[in-house]
């Protein structure tokens, strides 16, 4: 990057904001920085959710709540075609930044990805890819952001989540289980920001305002990149019978029923069948397993108020041979 490209003012930033789509980890959408030079063409992404799969131990250290990310850069085309390729849209609010800002945005962006800095303990809730970029843009403007507040707006990390799984009820339920009684307290409207298209409605409406006490819009304009299809994409196979047809309510109505009919007949005959219970009895005692794990090792956050631990966990199988 050439310092004359910023006193010619070609350098451009802006936030971007993707739409959600089907995969679990994509279900609330994302958030980036871009940075595009109007002179040379350079056009990148700077992208604060970059994780890896193959990393040793990655399911057990995700469960912990030990998953790190880190900040990559990518070409901007390339990102574009992998959130148009999914489904998803993506939104540019171009950023109304001084060339002394600019020059320092930059500055911080490069010090983040150096390969000391550029990975950080992920947190869902609290240090995710959208609170890093909004802190970043924060701390490169001279002055501070003012938001707009709602004030009658009192809302909760789990509301707020259960908005973006409202299309994926098991990804629900299973959230629903991990979280505990810190989740439904009210927070604040910084903390609202942890979710990309609640950031990108704060940052449409704020104000950025210069120690002399001016003030400027801090969204210079905004531009659809990607729009959203006409028609989601649309799941197949297994995955489609779970999202639309068999839900957690219709699952739990069926087992329910079941349930029910057993004992009916089981009442007549005069039997207990001993199997129905075993079943019954590790699927709690597995739940419970889970919920345990986060209660007491997890660094998930809101896990560690929990108290369905009550109810699920792996007493159940202590019970086993007895049964």
């Excluded at 790190?68 to 171009?94: C, F, K, N, W």
């Excluded at 983040?112 to 995710?128: A, G, K």
Aim: net charge negative; with cysteine.
């Amino acid at each position: 990057v050439r310092a004359q490209d910023f006193e010619r003012d070609s350098v451009e930033f802006s936030l971007l904001t993707c739409s959600p789509s089907t995969e679990i980890y994509a279900l609330y959408g994302h958030t980036a920085i871009r940075y595009r030079n109007l002179t040379t063409g350079d056009d990148w992404a700077f992208n604060y959710g970059l994780f890896d799969f193959s990393a040793p131990n990655f399911v057990w250290r995700f469960t912990k709540g030990e998953c790190d990310y880190e900040l990559g850069i990518i070409p901007y085309h390339i990102m574009e075609y992998e959130y148009r390729h999914r489904g998803s849209a993506v939104y540019a609010q171009v950023l109304n930044l001084t060339r002394q800002e600019k020059e320092e945005l930059f500055r911080l962006l490069m010090i983040n990805y150096q390969p000391e800095n550029r990975t950080y303990r992920y947190n869902f809730l609290y240090d995710n890819c959208t609170t890093r970029a909004r802190d970043r843009i924060e701390e490169a403007i001279d002055g501070t952001v003012v938001y707009q507040e709602y004030k009658d707006r009192k809302l909760s990390y789990r509301q707020i989540i259960h908005q973006y799984t409202a299309d994926a009820p098991w990804a629900e339920v299973g959230n629903d289980l991990c979280l505990g009684l810190d989740a439904d307290k009210p927070i604040t409207m910084r903390q609202e920001m942890f979710a990309p298209f609640y950031m990108k409605d704060y940052a449409a409406h704020a104000v950025i305002r210069t120690p002399d006490g001016k003030e400027r819009p801090l969204v210079l304009r905004e531009d659809t990149l990607v729009p959203l299809p006409a028609q989601k994409q649309v799941a197949e196979g297994a995955a489609r019978l779970f999202a639309e047809y068999l839900t957690p309510v219709v699952v739990g109505t069926i087992l329910c029923v079941l349930m029910l009919l057993l004992g009916v007949v089981q009442y007549r005959r005069n039997k207990i069948y001993w199997g129905v219970d075993l079943f019954f009895q590790i699927l709690v005692g597995l739940m419970g397993c889970v919920v345990t794990l986060l209660f007491f090792f997890s660094e998930h956050p809101t896990v560690g108020t929990n108290w369905q631990i009550l109810l699920l966990n792996p007493l159940p199988f202590f019970f086993l041979p007895g049964m």
